[in-house]
């Protein structure tokens, strides 16, 4: 089974994005070129990563005591990443890049996310190198992106620190001016940086020749205290072997040390570390510190990292959704083939007759439906998300804020939303499996164990909750939360249409008059502790309205393609999510509007 023709219908029927060459930052492009990416994105992602999804996951990453060994695999998928030109996909002509809408990279990114997410295929370099282009010196973009996006220099991105995961105002790695001169330096003005880093993907390996820490760090005031609070974050770039102004390395090894890797339960073909900041292993120049050159203004780290982070998050919500559609292939594979029972008749079963294959059942059918129905329905949405950025970066301004202000809404949902239901997607299809699902033997216990860090990194699933309750619904006077209301209304009167779908219109249009009133329920006393006591189920309901109305629109697509089974498939899937799913929101709205304190107000000496 291939997920091209899902990936096809959802870039051409269903989002148009053909239309995006009409631009003229994409008028070279046209259907013939973006499915040329998609092939050959597909065809490497099949030749150099599937085959290798379980050697990652079984030869994990292992220190040697000198350097990080991994598989030759790992070596040879990146070096084939770096060759396709996909790291620089998206950037000028003049930097040598294709010019590729995001829509169309986040679709052919998608290929290497379903078959091995971890052997990873660069989101990381990809976004440190963005990030620089955006708020780095001419010298910083010259130097450290354009080697990132070459292939030759990797990206890591160092927020967390061991006592500073989701209250990032409490980073406590220092940096101080180096020196004398220090403003003067060709690449930015050069600090020394100490502290320690925990959970940093891919921070120590010797994939490329050198890596490039981005690396969010506090500058002490007059006092020699740090400054309290995230107004006080700066942003530094710290490569682990130092460059001079051309690009060359000076063969002086910056003082950045790996402390040890995390072993993790999942996603073991990237390395995650705890790396130390200037604690004296290299010391550079005669001294400890590790060098770091300031990127942006002191104090605007983290709005800088932040203006990466649509795309990050999307990324993530990518990546938890070709996970959980992996597994909807392998189980759907599995239930054609596995005979197990007999159906059921009006005379109880015949046990002289041969078994059924177990998808012939009606349960396994609801397991593989509910796949289809998250799997198929988060890659609508993460490419709908893809496609606001494309408008955010290329519309004409009123389009470009609109997309702009609906991408603040979306995030958080975009990256929660497949982590929890495309996990919940990977547990059905260890469920189809039976006792073989639990065994390694095949492949879907691996992909729920790589899944299950989506919730976790880039913002916690409660974390997300806070920021679109607390934050994304609220701000420019509720304008996001207006805007998306009305794109629900536009596919709602076109539904309305339909016969089909006219019931799904409905009960799209009454959720979402739920969810407006429980947002007003919940601020009623206008009080945050109570508000967001129940954010998580705020963020459930909200997202499985997003998707029901992801659902609806796609529909409509499907409905006016010719008869077949991908059509009955897609309508399918649309009205199970109706008819399982989207009665759900119910349960959550219920605590968010009476702001439930059971939770909030049990003493902890009752637990
Ligand atoms: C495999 C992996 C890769 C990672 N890669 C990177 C990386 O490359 N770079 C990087 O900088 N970081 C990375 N991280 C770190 C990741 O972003 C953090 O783990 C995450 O932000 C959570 O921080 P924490 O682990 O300290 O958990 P904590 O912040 O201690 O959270 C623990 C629990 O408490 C909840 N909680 C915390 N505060 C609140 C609150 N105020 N209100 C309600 N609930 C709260 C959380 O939601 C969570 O459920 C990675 C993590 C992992 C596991």
């Known amino acids: 089974m291939s997920l091209r023709p899902t990936v096809d219908f959802l870039l051409n029927d269903w989002l148009g994005v053909e239309a995006l060459n009409q631009r003229e930052r994409f008028a070279d492009h046209s259907r013939e070129t973006f499915d040329a990416v998609l092939d050959t ?13 379980r050697t990652v ?66 989101m990381l370099t990809v976004g440190n190198a963005n990030l620089l282009m955006a708020h780095g010196t001419e010298a910083q973009k010259r130097v450290f992106a354009l080697n990132e996006f070459a292939g030759r220099w990797s990206g890591t991105m160092c927020l967390s620190e061991p006592q500073a995961g989701s209250s990032l105002s409490d980073v406590a790695t220092r940096a101080v001016p180096d020196g004398e001169g220090f403003m003067d330096d060709p690449l930015g003005p050069r600090f020394r940086l ?15 020749e050198n890596i490039v820490h981005l690396v969010l760090a506090k500058i002490p005031g007059p006092d020699g205290k740090l400054p309290p609070g995230v107004k006080g974050i700066s942003l530094f770039v710290v490569p682990k072997k130092l460059v001079d102004a051309d690009a060359r390395l000076t063969g002086e090894r910056n003082d950045v040390a790996l402390a040890g890797l995390n072993h993790k339960c999942g996603w073991r073909g990237t390395t995650n570390t705890l790396l130390n900041f200037g604690e004296g292993r290299f010391p550079v120049r005669g001294a400890a510190g590790a060098i770091g050159y300031l990127v942006g203004q002191p104090g605007e780290g983290l709005r800088c990292m932040f203006h990466m982070m649509n795309e990050a998050r999307i990324g993530v919500g990518m990546a938890a959704t070709m996970l959980g ?5 392998a189980s759907l594979d599995y239930a054609k083939n596995r005979p197990q029972g007999r159906p059921v008749g009006p005379q109880g079963k015949d046990p002289s007759r041969p078994q059924s294959r177990i998808i012939e059942h009606a349960d396994v059918k609801r397991m593989l439906l509910a796949q289809k129905s998250y ?36 995030t958080p949902i975009a990256k929660s ?46 974390i997300q909750a806070m920021d679109l309750l607390g934050r994304k619904v609220l701000m ?5 939360l207006q805007l998306l209301a009305k794109r629900f209304n536009a596919t709602i009167e076109r539904a309305l249409q339909v016969p089909a779908l006219a019931a799904h219109a409905n009960a799209l249009g009454q959720a979402l008059a739920q ?77 968010v509007s009476r702001r439930d304190p059971t939770c909030a107000e049990l003493p902890e000496e009752a637990f």
């Open 41 to 53: 994105c597909e065809r490497i992602a099949r030749e150099k990563y599937a085959p290798f999804n």
């Open 57 to 122: 996951d079984t030869q994990e990453p292992h220190f040697d005591g000198e350097r990080v060994v991994l598989p030759q695999a790992t070596h040879d998928a990146h070096q084939a990443y770096a060759e396709s030109g996909m790291l620089s996909a998206a950037q000028d002509y003049a930097i040598g890049g294709m010019q590729l809408p995001y829509t169309v990279e986040a679709a052919a990114n998608a290929f290497f996310a379903m078959a091995s997410v971890s052997i990873g295929s660069g």
């Open 194 to 208: 100490k502290g320690n880093k925990m959970w940093i993907s891919a921070g120590e390996h010797e994939l490329t």
């Open 325 to 329: 559609m992996a597994g909807y292939h």
């Open 375 to 410: 799997c198929e329905g988060a890659l609508a949405l993460e490419l709908y998300c893809a496609r606001l950025v494309d408008e955010q970066h290329t519309g004409a301004p009123e389009a470009a804020d609109e997309a702009r202000l609906l991408l603040e809404v979306l």
């Open 417 to 462: 939303w497949p982590s929890e239901w495309c996990l919940e997607a990977n547990s059905l299809a260890i469920q189809v499996h039976g006792g073989y699902g639990y065994t390694r033997d095949f492949p879907v216990e691996q992909y729920w164990r790589d899944n299950r860090l989506n919730m976790i990194h880039e913002g916690t699933h409660g």
């Open 476 to 480: 420019e006077n509720g304008r996001g």
């Open 515 to 591: 969810l407006g009133a429980a947002t007003q329920a919940a601020w009623a006393t206008g009080d945050p502790a109570e508000a967001l006591a129940n954010a998580v189920p705020y963020l459930q309901a909200f997202g499985h309205t997003v998707l029901a109305w992801v659902w609806l629109d796609v529909a409509l697509a499907a409905q006016a393609a010719p008869e077949g089974a991908a059509r009955t498939g897609r309508l399918a899937a649309a009205r199970f999510f109706f008819h399982y799913e989207l009665p759900k929101t119910g349960a959550w709205l219920a605590v």
